[in-house]
């Protein structure tokens, strides 16, 4: 049985720092894809970053207006997936939540939550004063 649990929101100031984290069970973490989407109030979900494994080390991809705030990672030893996030602001308030598909090799997708089989049930980041 596959679970994916996250954790690690809460409450920051605009230009603060967090780190969520995605737990995962059931699941060898170095054959899955492992995505983090985040969904705000009103409108659709869209996805932040994901990473899939390689031969050599893994992949990572972002989405375009975050990259050079947002970090993903992984320890597959802990089978745990991060999300280091810096310098938030109050656009960034959202649900965040990760999602799990087998793959190994390719670069992961962001485009649509559908490519996704597996999801947590999200943890609340709020940016405000």
């Known amino acids: 049985q596959v679970q994916l649990v996250e954790s690690g929101g809460g409450l920051v100031q605009p230009g603060g720092s967090l780190r969520l984290s995605c737990a995962t069970s059931?699941?060898?973490?170095?054959?899955?894809?492992i995505g983090w989407f985040r969904q705000a109030p009103g409108k659709e979900r869209e996805g932040v970053s994901c990473?899939?494994?390689?031969?050599?080390?893994?992949?990572?991809r972002y989405a375009d207006s975050l990259r050079g705030r947002f970090t993903i990672s992984r320890d597959n030893a802990k089978n745990t997936v991060y999300l280091q996030m810096t310098s938030l602001k109050p656009e960034d308030t959202a649900v965040y939540s990760c999602a799990a598909v087998p793959r190994f090799g390719r670069l992961c997708a962001l485009g649509s939550s559908a490519d996704y089989d597996y999801w947590g049930q999200g943890t609340q980041v709020t940016v405000s004063t």
């Open positions: 990473i899939v494994s390689t031969s050599s080390s893994g992949l990572t």
């Open positions: 059931g699941v060898t973490l170095a054959s899955y894809a």
